[in-house]
Nanobody
């Protein structure tokens, strides 16, 4: 069992930056692929970024390439999402998720554990 707790969300102006964190409980964090997803009001949850269990492989959605960076610190059981050049369309609840696939994936069904989410609001 893995429990995930996100933090770092908030209100920021367009062009600004935020760094989200997701802390995982359990001793097997380093064996999970980790992902970030987001869900805007009345929209489906969508993939943002994912990272392999050792951190050597990352995978970003086209909409965030060059602006968002996913990373992890297995010693701290934490995965991060650095978000730069934020746009109003990035406004959403951001969720982290843990999955057992070896390589990062955008498929929600491949992630077994989910956090409760943290709100990110970008004003224009």
């Amino acid at each position: 069992q893995v429990q995930l707790v996100e933090s770092g969300g908030g209100l920021v102006e367009a062009g600004g930056s935020l760094r989200l964190s997701c802390v995982a409980s359990g001793r097997t964090f380093s064996s999970y692929t980790m992902g970030w997803f987001r869900q805007a009001p009345e929209k489906e949850r969508e993939f943002v970024a994912a990272i392999s269990w050792r951190g050597g492989i990352t995978y970003d959605a086209d909409s965030v390439k060059g602006r968002f960076t996913i990373s992890r610190d297995n010693a701290k059981n934490t995965v991060y999402l650095q978000m730069n050049s934020l746009k109003p369309e990035d406004t959403a609840v951001y969720y982290c998720a843990a999955g057992s696939r070896m390589y990062p994936t955008r498929e929600k069904s491949e992630y077994k554990y989910w956090g409760q989410g943290t709100q990110v609001t970008v004003s224009s």
